[in-house]
């Protein structure tokens, strides 16, 4: 009576599909572990890239730390201009005086932060 070793029809096969399996196993971990010790060892080929690189990355948060600045900028003359709505009509002599100062504050606000591109003229 024959014994029974694998579902494969020759009887030395299933050795041979367990060496392969585990060749494939090695081959994999090896090719993983080469990619992840290239990516942390050579991390670029190229310092002068690297340094152009830092240049966008610099001036990509000048322009992040730009927009911060504009949205409180508009914020407070938001805030100025409900100010100035709600003092008008206080008849005090001194809040017409804060009045036209905060007048004075929100367009000196939007004066400056006036943004010109070049391109739309």
Request: net charge positive.
């Amino acid at each position: 009576m024959r014994t029974r070793r694998s579902n494969c029809s020759k009887p030395g096969l299933s050795l041979v599909w367990r060496r392969n399996i585990k060749l494939l196993i090695v081959t994999l971990l090896l090719t993983s572990a080469w990619f992840g010790w290239n990516s942390v060892c050579n991390a670029s080929a190229d310092p002068f890239l690297d340094g152009k690189i830092k240049a966008l990355n610099d001036r990509i948060a000048s322009w992040e730390r730009d927009g911060h600045v504009v949205g409180w900028l508009v914020f407070s003359a938001f805030f100025i201009g409900l100010m100035v709505t709600m003092l008008q009509v206080v008849p005090r002599w001194w809040m017409k005086i804060l009045t036209a100062g905060l007048s004075f504050v929100g367009a000196v606000i939007i004066g400056y932060y006036h943004q010109f591109y070049p391109a739309d003229a």
